[in-house]
């Protein structure tokens, strides 16, 4: 039974206690997250942006799952980075929402060697870091802590 003051979440045709990947994709983002669900069991969400009552839906769905959910958040930086507050909110591990940028906005990326943050205004692979010109491949893991997404040498192995 369903308590009219907690409606199901609107359109989102979860089922309670879903453990698999939840992909939620803002704008005109196509499937780019459909190489991330591994096989597991899947569920889509499309919105057209972040908003208040797109949120509450994403809440409501997470709200649903158990421990254990993945979530993959695509679109534009704003809407995602809004959507991955509201992930933590749910209680979500940073490790368990994977942020797919659309490459419409800027990304900041860290540098694990000089610690400094750079900004890249196109989706790119690569960046030059501004602290220390290290060529940085960039991942799509982002640490909330940090407020960035982590770089690493991709260059590593050549470097003698
Ligand atoms: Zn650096």
Not at 122 to 151: K, M, N, W
Request: aromatic share 4%.
């Amino acid at each position: 039974m369903r308590s009219a003051s907690m409606p199901p979440a609107a359109g989102t045709g979860l089922e309670p206690g879903f453990r698999g990947v939840i992909c939620a994709s803002f704008g005109s983002t196509g499937d780019t997250a459909e190489q991330h669900s591994g096989g597991r069991p899947r569920h889509d969400l499309r919105f057209e942006s972040a908003n208040p009552e797109t949120l509450s839906d994403l809440r409501s769905a997470l709200g649903r799952s158990h421990v254990g959910v993945r979530l993959v958040l695509a679109g534009p930086q704003s809407d995602i980075r809004a959507a991955a507050a509201a992930a933590a909110e749910c209680g979500l591990l940073e490790e368990e929402v994977i942020l797919l940028s659309d490459g419409m906005g800027p990304s900041v990326i860290y540098c694990p060697h000089c610690r400094i943050t750079t900004t890249v205004r196109a989706a790119s692979p690569e960046v030059a870091c501004q602290g220390c010109a290290t060529t940085l491949a960039i991942t799509d893991h982002f640490s909330r802590r940090i407020g960035a997404y982590l770089g690493y040498s991709a260059h590593a192995e050549e470097a003698s």
